[in-house]
């Protein structure tokens, strides 16, 4: 089997087009030598019936010129041979987790993993190899090559990633590229920082540790939410991966200096939530760090972006509601209008319809008891004539943080369908009765019932629910940079490949197969087609070349 290293190159099969219209046209210009101008006459006679019958004919010239124009381009494509020639096939896989980036060892786990796939595609120049990098999906960095040269290539040209090792879908993909039957093996260069990848290999695993420290202390989580008049809550995660107790300092820095530091002391293993309050003018960019975090720097902080350039502007839509004016009205970051019908939605940033109907669907909004026509029709809403029993609920919702509703009560409502996007947070069997919707910039929040005809106004959960709503609805007033997981800032190895990975093809006889690059012997074969030509056509014709050759 012959595979090419650059298809692309396949375009430049079209020269062989224009070297036969060239030999086409050069037909036309064969030299005569006449004793008399009287005879161009029938020269001209004869070069008329030449254009009109014009046809290609046979030339060992064109053939040469076609032969060379032809093994140069497939010289270009780099071709390799693959078939039964000995040898087995190697796949190298790189992990490229976050956690590789730790600097237990220099420059970090990634590059000593990196300088030791070098190596050792090095010492494997000639066999045929390729080279995988492991990451939350694998990525096939370079096929199958002989080219030890290309492999380094390659490997330079590698980076880690800040995502989690998928290490059984890495194995998987490079057993499938050795293929069943044929000899080979899988060579893992890794710092086995996860939890096993439990599978059947047919071909044997080689396992190249780098690093072996798990001395490290990270931030695994960072949120906000609004606590009053331009004042944040803010909750950060942080864990202790290593083996004995450590103390650390946790800062968050902004331009103006030091915003707030505590020093947080935590046992081996263990994960606390530590809180800051923030005082926000405006829009304000915040970097939380950690002191002394270990040997992976890249969860020593995470950025955080609090607050809004102006406030936002809230239109209440609705016949009179006490209850939803109080509540929009306890956070003074909004600014609030409120009319009984509207015209220009767009001039808000979110509206809250209660008890009367738009028009038309706004791109942010709050439907209580009531649904634009056309959502009404897509999403099936339908009035219940009897008394709301809750059947589940769903208080993982961002609409739901810190609310209960544990004894809703309302004496009618309406539901929606669940499905086309809808995400249920109260259902009643029927329907959900508290819902929301999100596809790209479009975002809604539908309440199923009159508020005056239940028991939710009163409860403590309302403000809090209504304060979910413009978080959810309005601009975004938190915005948190990338965290690692758990997972990839505990950094000691886990992965027990020993016990877990087995071979149970290995022992078997397996068809071999090696891989020989063609494109030299090609390339060879171009330039002795191109001094046949010179030798049988330039040289021999004394530098006069005919067509009747």
């Not at 970090?108 to 050792?120: C, I, K, P, T």
């Not at 494997?124 to 960095?141: F, H, I, M, Y």
């Not at 780098?210 to 909750?235: C, E, K, T």
């Not at 209850?323 to 009319?339: C, H, K, M, N, V």
């Amino acid at each position: 089997m012959i595979e090419f290293a650059n298809t692309a190159a396949a375009g430049l099969f079209a020269a062989l087009i224009i070297i036969i219209i060239l030999h086409l046209l050069l037909q036309r210009r064969e030299e005569r030598v006449v004793s008399s101008t009287y005879l161009f006459r029938e020269l001209t006679a004869v070069s008329s019936q030449l254009n009109r019958r014009l046809r290609l004919r046979f030339s060992w010239l064109l053939l040469a010129q076609l032969l060379a124009a032809a093994f140069l381009v497939m010289a270009v494509m780099q071709p390799d041979a693959f078939g039964l020639f000995g040898g087995e096939r190697t796949v190298v896989v790189v992990d490229a987790s976050a956690s590789m980036q730790a600097e237990d060892v220099a420059p970090n786990r990634f590059g000593e993993a990196v300088s030791q796939a070098q190596d050792y595609v090095s010492e494997r120049a000639g066999q045929d190899t390729a080279v995988l990098a492991a990451a939350a999906e694998p990525t096939v960095v370079q096929g199958f090559t002989s080219d030890a040269q290309r492999l380094r290539t390659a490997l330079d040209g590698m980076a880690p990633s800040e995502e989690t090792v998928d290490m059984e879908a890495a194995l998987r993909v490079a057993q499938s590229m050795i293929g069943h039957g044929h000899a080979g093996r899988i060579v893992v260069f890794t710092d086995a920082s996860f939890e096993g990848a439990s599978m059947d290999l047919e071909s044997p695993l080689e396992v190249v540790t780098v690093g072996q420290s798990s001395d490290n202390v990270g931030i695994v989580g960072l949120d906000a939410v609004p606590a009053g008049r331009s004042q944040f809550d803010v909750m950060a995660r942080i864990g202790n991966f290593s083996g004995e107790s450590k103390t650390v300092g946790a800062v968050l820095d902004s331009a103006g200096g030091t915003a707030a530091d505590k020093s947080v002391t935590l046992e081996a293993g263990e994960i606390r939530e530590v809180f800051f309050q923030l005082e926000v003018d405006g829009r304000q960019e915040f970097v939380l760090s950690l002191e002394s975090g270990g040997d992976l720097r890249l969860d020593d902080q995470v950025s955080l972006t609090l607050g809004l350039e102006e406030r936002p502007r809230v239109l209440l839509v609705t016949p009179g509601n006490v209850f939803l004016e109080r509540a929009l009205l306890s956070y003074p970051d909004i600014r609030l209008f409120t009319r009984e019908s509207v015209s220009e939605p767009q001039a808000y940033d979110l509206v809250v319809f209660d008890r009367v109907q738009p028009s038309a669907e706004v791109e942010r909004a709050a439907y209580f008891n009531v649904l634009p026509p056309d959502l009404a029709d897509s999403f099936g809403l339908q009035s219940q004539n009897r008394s709301l029993t809750v059947s589940s609920m769903d208080r993982t919702h961002r609409l739901f943080r810190f609310l209960n509703l544990g004894d809703l009560r309302a004496s009618d409502y309406r539901t929606v369908e669940r499905a086309g996007g809808i995400e249920s947070l109260v259902d009643a069997g029927e329907g959900s009765v508290i819902a929301a919707y999100e596809d790209n910039d479009q975002r809604w929040v539908f309440v199923g019932f009159d508020l005056y005809d239940s028991n939710f106004p009163l409860s403590v959960d309302f403000p809090l629910f209504i304060g979910n709503v413009l978080e959810w609805l309005g601009p975004e007033a938190v915005e948190v940079g990338p965290v690692l997981s758990p997972e990839e800032s505990d950094i000691g190895p886990r992965w027990d490949y020993t016990a877990e990975i087995e071979a149970p093809g290995a022992g078997r006889p397996a068809i071999e197969a090696a891989r020989i690059s063609l494109w030299p012997y090609v390339l060879f074969m171009t330039v002795l087609l191109i001094g046949a030509e010179w030798f049988l056509f330039d040289r021999s014709s004394g530098g006069k070349r005919s067509l009747r050759q």
